[in-house]
């Protein structure tokens, strides 16, 4: 466990962030870094510890980084444009956050004293629209270009080569992530699960987009952040890239939103709506990397991950 260190969060503000800071505040020196574009620290008890500094900044302001991120010790680079909506409304300004964004967050770490590790969030989506027990060591692909469905996933790729060549180039401690479908508590922006969850709890509708047998692997927030945390502490990680996902919580879109009223006892229907965007089919992950390298093994399965997320947005309804 890290211990007496300060740890730099870009994107401390948001779902993963946050939940990941507030597991180091009570033993060191935690700064977020954060636009707050999208705000889940403030759900979370501790948004005022003693030990949390909150600096609200862009990751574009590259002299702005590096002053905040002086000092730092582990560096954790979650910050950038996602969802669905967002980017296809925004692909420029994804591009551009998710590529020149990491480029100054990598180069900022590069000038630390003392920088025991740099910890990058890429994506499931760099396998592209069918990814089926995929390993890190597989072949990425890239949708069509002119596709803004797809720029979310260019980006992160070129980070993720990006984060790979400062490490090799410039010996950066990097490790990189690939989150499969991440859901929980705190979760803010378009999450499939919190917003069934959302609609189950008010008995409205849920709206699926397209016909629903999209195949998902999903992750609870709380697995993920211990695989995190492996990849921090665990000398195995530096200069990898490991899948993190749970490959046994599987189901389509349309199974998940039955799961979810099921589960609630809720009294909502389901209602299709035309899908207007590339989707991706098919997203399970092959994590015997992560179980092999870091003793990593997802935990939390579905129904209780529901559960345990519910309780969280019950309280806001």
């Given at each position: 466990m890290i211990e007496g260190a300060r740890?730099?969060?870009?994107?401390?503000?948001?779902?993963?962030?946050?939940?990941?800071?507030?597991?180091?505040?009570?033993?060191?020196?935690?700064?977020?870094?954060?636009?707050?574009?999208?705000?889940?620290?403030?759900?979370?008890?501790?948004?005022?510890?003693?030990?949390?500094?909150v600096i609200r900044g862009d990751v574009m302001d590259a002299d702005r980084v590096k002053k905040a991120m002086d000092g730092a010790n582990y560096v954790i680079h979650a910050a950038a444009i996602a969802g669905i909506d967002t980017v296809i409304?925004?692909?420029?300004?994804?591009?551009?956050?998710?590529?020149?964004?990491?480029?100054?967050?990598?180069?900022?770490?590069?000038s630390l004293s003392d920088c025991r590790r740099f910890l990058d969030f890429s994506t499931s989506e760099v396998f592209g629209s069918r990814a089926y027990n995929s390993h890190e060591g597989d072949k990425t692909e890239i949708g069509a270009v002119g596709e803004a469905r797809w720029v979310y996933a260019v980006g992160k790729l070129a980070a993720e080569h990006l984060t790979h060549a400062y490490h090799k180039e410039f010996g950066l401690p990097t490790v990189t992530v690939r989150p499969f479908n991440v859901y929980g508590p705190g979760q803010v922006g378009e999450g499939a699960i919190m917003k069934f969850i959302q609609r189950a709890l008010c008995n409205e509708d849920i709206e699926i987009h397209g016909n629903g047998t999209q195949i998902r692997a999903w992750c609870y927030v709380d697995d993920l952040t211990r695989a995190l945390m492996m990849c921090l502490e665990k000398p195995e990680a530096v200069g990898e890239s490991f899948n993190i996902g749970n490959m046994v919580a599987v189901t389509t879109i349309y199974g998940l939103a039955n799961t979810v009223i099921r589960v609630l006892e809720s009294k909502s229907k389901i209602r299709f709506v035309r899908r207007d965007y590339a989707d991706i089919e098919l997203r399970i992950p092959a994590v015997g990397k992560a179980q092999d390298s870091l003793g990593f093994t997802a935990e939390v399965d579905l129904e209780e991950g529901i559960l345990r997320t519910s309780q969280h947005y019950a309280m806001l309804v």
């Open positions: 740890i730099f969060i870009t994107g401390g503000a948001g779902f993963i962030g946050s939940t990941l800071a507030g597991l180091y505040l009570d033993h060191n020196d935690v700064v977020i870094y954060d636009s707050f574009a999208r705000d889940s620290l403030q759900y979370k008890p501790f948004a005022h510890h003693p030990n949390l500094t409304l925004s692909p420029t300004q994804t591009l551009r956050v998710n590529m020149i964004g990491t480029a100054n967050v990598l180069e900022a770490c590069r």
